[in-house]
Every structure is written in structure tokens, then in C-alpha cells.
């Protein structure tokens, strides 16, 4: 079953979730800067796919950052 979500407008409309966002969508969805996302990228942190000369990000590659995150703060708590 496919995951819906509402515009950011707050319009009424349901649309499939995206596949991939482009980097202004990304930094925002992760809550950082478009520089921070730019560093993730360079460094290879973040995955992302060129597409023409279009960069975009996977919806399941920014939730795997942001599990392997998850993860690397756990382990430091001990």
C-alpha cells in the first residue's frame, strides 16, 4: 500500500509519496541547510542520484541517514 502525504500548503489533496526530492526539499525534510546536504553529499554520507544535471535524493536513502544517525548516537550514550 503506497504512503500518502499532504503538500506542504496544507491543501486537502492527497498525492503518493515521492520517490525522490530534489536538494532544496531534502535539506528541508532533514532539517538542515542546503550546504549541510551539499557537505553530506561531497562526502559521501548522504547517496543521492544525478538525473541529467539534476541531483535528487531518495526518500529511503534520507531515512537510511537518518537511521545510521540514530544509530551512531546510541552507541555513543554508553
Do not use: H, N, W
Not at 526539499?25 to 541529467?52: F, H, N, P, W, Y
Amino acid at each position: 500500500m503506497a504512503a500518502f502525504y499532504r503538500p506542504p500548503d496544507g491543501g486537502t489533496k492527497q498525492f503518493p509519496e515521492p520517490l525522490a526530492l530534489r536538494p532544496r526539499e531534502a535539506a528541508a525534510t532533514l532539517g538542515v541547510s542546503l550546504s549541510t546536504l551539499e557537505r553530506l553529499t561531497r562526502t559521501g554520507e548522504l547517496d543521492s542520484v544525478l538525473i541529467g544535471r539534476c541531483r535528487v535524493y531518495e526518500t529511503e536513502a534520507l531515512k537510511a541517514y537518518l537511521q545510521s544517525r540514530r544509530e551512531s548516537a546510541r552507541g555513543g550514550l554508553s
